[in-house]
Every structure is written in C-alpha cells, then in structure tokens.
C-alpha cells in the first residue's frame, strides 16, 4: 500500500509540473502578443489610447459634465479644459446648477463664445444687464430660455431690444413682471423669431395695473 501511495504522488508531482509548463507557456504566449500589439498589463487604456479618441468622446458632453470630468486625473484636465473642446460646445444650461452666481455663469460663457443657446434661472444678485453681458460674450447665442426667472421684467425685453439682439427663440417661464406691451416690443423687433414660449407667468396688462 505504502509504494502504490509513493507512486500516486509521484504521478500527480508529473501532472502538476507539466500543468506548470503549460501555465508559463501560455504566460510567455500572452506576454509575446502584448508586446508586438503594443499592449501590457502595465498600462491602462489613458497610456495605450490617443488623446483624440478621448477628445471625440468628451466633445458629447454638457459644460457641468466636463466639469466633473476634468477633476478626475490630470490627463482628463486637460483634454476637458482645452479651448477647442469648449468651442465645440453649443449650448450652456445653467438651470440644474445648485449655486449660480453671476460671477460663475459669466466666466463659464467667456470659455465657450460659439455657443447658440443659453438657458439661465433665477440668479441671486443678478439684474437685467446678466442677459447683456453674456450676449457680449457669446455673440453667436439664437435662443435664450428664462426658466424660473423671477427677476425678468419688462426692462429686460427692452435691454434685448436695445442690443439689437436677433434671436431664433425666447422662452420665459415663471415671470410675474412682464408686460404685454413689453413682449409685444419684443417680438416686433425679432424678425427670425420662430418660437415664443411664456409659461407660468402672470402678465400684467397696462390698463388694469392698480395706481
């Protein structure tokens, strides 16, 4: 019984030794095939991919996004805060950020001054002259949307009229100090205006506004 045992474990240290072979061939195999095709183990895909790939798939996102992304590694720093990234952006959506300040949404439109569309909410702090100074910034911008814009008056639509803004459309939402004749001015000064949303908003009629 004793030599039948021996002999077991000499067969099984002879499987275990070629299954050893096998594992290192295979190791020396996959190594091999990195190393001609470029790749490691040691790498990750920011060494082993181009900066462009990168670039392209960024390009798909919001301003906040790049944000967020560009606080991750210094590689993404700089691929998310590059000029030509953020002059492929087309719009810049202030509505879902959780402490805009006049400060921040300007310095954020001067980055990017092609884009076409701009969408603000109320600004703590901000008067009329906001809507002016980005369309300073961004010459390029076709449609503005006024979500929960509580301090948009009727001298808004005039500072806009006044600029000589051309717009494509104008959204206001949630305004309690526009007029009908101040919209009315608006709109006659906007001949390639296509779209006139007001939503949510108590216009106040001239004739019946109390002494």
Not at 104 to 129: F, K
Not at 164 to 184: K, N, Q
């Amino acid at each position: 019984m004793a030599e039948r045992c021996v002999d077991d474990v000499e067969i099984e240290d002879a499987e275990m030794e070629d299954d050893d072979e096998d594992e290192d061939d295979d190791d020396d195999d996959k190594e091999e095939f990195e190393e001609e095709d470029g790749y490691s183990e040691h790498y990750s895909l920011l060494e082993v991919l181009p900066a462009e790939v990168f670039f392209e798939v960024f390009s798909h996102l919001k301003w906040n996004e790049l944000c967020q992304i560009s606080t991750t590694c210094r590689f993404f720093h700089s691929v998310c805060t590059s000029q030509a990234m953020w002059a492929r952006l087309c719009e810049l959506d202030f509505t879902k950020c959780r402490d805009p300040t006049v400060g921040r949404i300007l310095d954020v439109a001067q980055r990017c001054p092609t884009i076409e569309r701009v969408c603000l909410p109320h600004v703590s702090g901000a008067d009329d002259s906001l809507l002016v100074k980005i369309l300073d910034v961004c010459p390029s911008v076709l449609e503005i949307v006024l979500d929960g814009a509580s301090g948009v008056t009727s001298s808004t639509l005039r500072l806009l009229v006044q600029n000589r803004a051309v717009l494509r459309a104008f959204e206001v939402h949630d305004s309690h100090l526009v007029t009908t004749a101040s919209l009315e001015e608006f709109v006659a000064f906007q001949p390639f205006l296509q779209v006139l949303r007001v939503s949510r908003c108590h216009i106040r009629y001239p004739n019946f506004e109390s002494e």
